[in-house]
């Protein structure tokens, strides 16, 4: 970084943790040379992180998250060995030992019975990015656990103060950062984009300094106030000998720091062993192109919906509002297949209760949708039904289901079926009922369809489609092998079953848009062009 944007940013960082520091600073009763309020409010951090999904479904079933009665965690330990444990962890970061040291070493194994475990168990999901990262852009790879003084690993911390997420970024600094924050965003919590935040933070500092304490430093408390410290000592830039003119609670922090790499790296010395947390070390990923609701995607894919936030924690609202660019929307891996499958039916879930319409007054034949856009609406009237050789049957709307489904089902036209069910709209409520219009000779099966589960009714549409296809397979081009798209498949899938043929050649060959790749049917049958 050139040395004007290294001014620069001092300045802005000082005005930045100036305000912080305020509050740090307001009139507070402090006793010893350890600021109460960091361990405070790492305590109620742990506290809160303990109602994230994860950790509450696997903590309180875990045994071995319960230390046994009179298991010893060796609090008295002699200060020589901590001193000699220190000094064997492989970092360029200077592992001081010191009664403050000494005093945040005592106070993660007092109150390590859930709080060690759990951060333990955590490591595996969180750890591994984190330390590719700060490897990448040469950073000591025991920053890590930086987060755990900061937010006790929990992505939706907030301080008193208003800094967010595992990092405790500030809004003007995470602004700084290209962090977005809106009333909808606020990728301070995004686990991924703000630890590209810190990093970049770091980096900056230590270019700075050229001293990981005083990086520390300035990270809790801004350039700024560490600049005034080292100036105030007379130019000393030891951590240590600028000290006593910190803020308090920065006084804290780096004791708090080294403290917490002790306890993480010598955890089974003290007898705490990791809990067993289900975090999703692997989701899958795709991306939103129009507003969702995460209550949509928990009903129609039947995931709970503190699973979803808590893999989604940028989302404030619990809105993903896609209609202004496309956002990442994370899916425990064996659900990302059943999202494409029913994208339709997770849109259009209480689409009209979840994002109601503007009132506006509009023209009677034009009525505002959900999304808040308006619709030509004036109907054409029905036709009347032939009757000739049909019969009413009754059909009750689950959970997933669409017009365009039950009209597949039922083999008749989405029009007919709004139209003898009065609708002029796509909404649809569970336990609605539902008239069709059937041919007689196959009342039997059709009756049968309605207490048939979904996949039932998919795999008996495929297989009609496929049995409809064979019959024209005489008159299929030569110059092309087709594909029947089975469960589970997606265009990525199918391109590797082929040896030379990409996704971008299926693509083409069967003109779709990215919109059609995301609604590929079970039974759909694909041109493959022969290698």
Not at 39 to 58: A, C, E, G, R
Not at 416 to 423: E, G, H, I
Request: charged share 20%; net charge neutral.
């Amino acid at each position: 970084m050139k040395k004007t944007t290294l001014i620069l940013l001092t300045i802005i960082l000082l005005f930045t943790f100036g305000f912080q520091n305020a509050y740090s600073q307001g009139n507070k009763e402090i006793t010893g040379e350890i600021d109460e309020l960091i361990k405070t409010q790492t305590i109620s951090n742990f506290d809160s992180l303990l109602s994230i999904w994860y950790v509450k479904k696997s903590i309180y079933k875990d045994s071995s998250v319960v230390n046994v009665k009179g298991v010893d965690h060796d609090i008295d330990i002699a200060d020589s060995i901590i001193i000699e444990r220190l000094n064997k962890i492989p970092t360029p970061f200077v592992m001081t030992y010191n009664d403050q040291v000494r005093s945040w070493i005592n106070m993660y194994i007092r109150r390590g019975e859930y709080m060690l475990p759990t951060f333990l168990g955590l490591e595996t999901y969180y750890f591994p990015f984190f330390e590719q990262l700060l490897d990448a852009n040469d950073l000591p790879v025991e920053l890590k656990y930086l987060p755990i003084i900061e937010s006790a690993l929990n992505p939706t911390a907030v301080s008193p103060a208003g800094a967010t997420g595992l990092w405790q970024f500030l809004y003007s600094t995470g602004k700084m950062y290209d962090l977005e924050i809106n009333s909808f965003i606020d990728e301070r919590r995004d686990p991924i984009k703000s630890t590209y935040a810190a990093v970049n933070f770091m980096s900056d500092l230590y270019e700075m300094y050229g001293d990981w304490q005083l990086v520390l430093a300035a990270y809790n408390c801004g350039p700024g106030n560490v600049n005034k410290a080292i100036r105030r000592s007379g130019g000393k830039t030891d951590f240590w000998e600028i000290y006593n003119y910190l803020p308090k609670e920065t006084r804290g922090y780096v004791p708090a720091f080294i403290a917490a790499t002790y306890v993480m790296t010598y955890a089974e010395e003290h007898n705490f062993y990791p809990a067993e947390i289900n975090m999703p070390i692997h989701n899958d990923t795709i991306m939103i192109n129009d507003t969702l609701h995460l209550l949509q995607v928990s009903a129609v894919l039947q995931i709970p919906m503190d699973q979803l936030r808590n893999i989604n924690p940028q989302y404030k609202k619990d809105i993903i509002p896609g209609h202004i660019k496309p956002y990442p929307l994370r899916l425990p891996l064996d659900k990302f297949s059943d999202f494409i499958k029913y994208e339709d039916s997770i849109y259009a879930y209480h689409d009209s209760l979840l994002f109601k319409p503007r009132t506006v007054v509009t023209p009677t034949k034009y009525v505002a949708s959900a999304r808040g856009s308006y619709t030509y609406t004036e109907p054409t009237p029905c036709d009347e039904p032939n009757l000739a050789g049909k019969s009413a049957v009754t059909y009750s709307v689950k959970s997933g289901d669409t017009f365009g489904f039950i009209a597949n089902w039922y083999n008749v036209s989405v029009k007919d079926l709004k139209c003898w069910n009065d609708k002029n709209n796509n909404n649809l409520s569970i336990g609605e009922k539902l008239t069709i219009y059937v041919y007689t000779k196959k009342l039997k099966y059709y009756q049968g369809i309605n207490a048939m589960t979904f996949e039932q009714k998919q795999n008996k549409t495929s297989n009609q489609t496929v049995a409809k296809s064979n019959k024209t397979n005489n008159k299929l081009d030569k110059n092309f092998t087709y594909y029947t798209i089975k469960s589970g498949d997606n265009i990525s899938t199918i391109a590797k079953k082929y040896n030379g043929v990409s996704e971008t050649d299926i693509k083409t060959i069967n003109n779709f848009s990215d919109r059609d790749v995301k609604r590929l049917q079970i039974g759909q049958i694909i041109k493959i062009k022969r290698k």
